[in-house]
T-cell receptor
Framework: GAVVSQHPSRVICKSGTSVKIECRSLDFQATTMFWYRQFPKKSLMLMAT?????????EQGVEKDKFLINHASLTLSTLTVTSAHPEDSSFYIC????????????FGPGTRLTVT | QKEVEQDPGPLSVPEGAIVSLNCTYSNSAFQYFMWYRQYSRKGPELLMY????GNKEDGRFTAQVDKSSKYISLFIRDSQPSDSATYLCAMKKGGNEKLTFGTGTRLTIIP
């Protein structure tokens, strides 16, 4: 089956620093990748949609200058949380969609970010 | 009002029981309906995927969609301790890639 990995699985950083999270599709090419944020006992909140080679589309209320998304290749997307603050602490999950027109999303295992 | 409502639980049932999980939604434009299982500190795993109204069965899992009532269900037969997880419903409009999730129901199967 389709496998999506994320790295790191958990990261602790200090306020004011930036942290990068990688999302990779291991055995398929992902034309579209999605970044979600999940709070405890809350639903997944879509942050942005990224298509390979083009700018990400951000959901309303998500600061694009704070959450930088790059989808440089068909197997890799990165989310960089810039100038992190404790309120950015959360579980970040990516998903990848294979071919255009085939709409199943495969989710990564998530990255736990803690900002101290 | 949230677009998708799901009782967060927690729900505890004895092993072997039939589990019923439900979501309601308000947007009649939703056409595709999914159920995901999420273990603690892991990403969601797709369990069931249905289009429009009707039933779909896969092993011990049955998904039902009633578009007239804007109500979807997931049934788990012969529940096992390994079924203990959070179950999220999700749905999307035809041709739109964006998934809208419920809050998830935390399920525990008691041996």
């Amino acid at each position: 089956g389709a496998v999506v990995s994320q790295h790191p699985s958990r990261v602790i950083c200090k306020s004011g620093t930036s942290v990068k999270i990688e999302c990779r599709s291991l055995d398929f090419q992902a034309t579209t990748m999605f970044w979600y944020r999940q709070f405890p006992k809350k639903s997944l909140m879509l942050m942005a949609t990224s298509n390979e080679g083009s700018k990400a589309t951000y959901e309303q209320g998500v600061e694009k200058d704070k959450f930088l998304i790059n989808h440089a290749s068909l197997t890799l997307s990165t989310l960089t949380v810039t100038s992190a603050h404790p309120e950015d602490s959360s579980f970040y999950i990516c998903s990848a969609r294979a071919l255009a027109g085939y709409d199943e999303q495969y989710f990564g295992p998530g990255t736990r970010l803690t900002v101290t | 009002q949230k677009e998708v409502e799901q009782d967060p639980g927690p729900l505890s049932v004895p092993e072997g029981a039939i589990v019923s999980l439900n979501c309601t939604y308000s947007n009649s434009a939703f056409q595709y309906f999914m159920w995901y299982r999420q273990y603690s500190r892991k990403g969601p795993e797709l369990l069931m995927y249905t289009y429009s109204s009707g039933n779909k069965e896969d092993g011990r899992f049955t998904a039902q969609v009633d578009k007239s009532s804007k109500y979807i269900s997931l049934f788990i037969r012969d529940s096992q301790p390994s079924d203990s997880a959070t179950y999220l419903c999700a749905m999307k409009k035809g041709g739109n890639e964006k998934l809208t999730f419920g809050t998830g129901t935390r399920l525990t199967i008691i041996p």
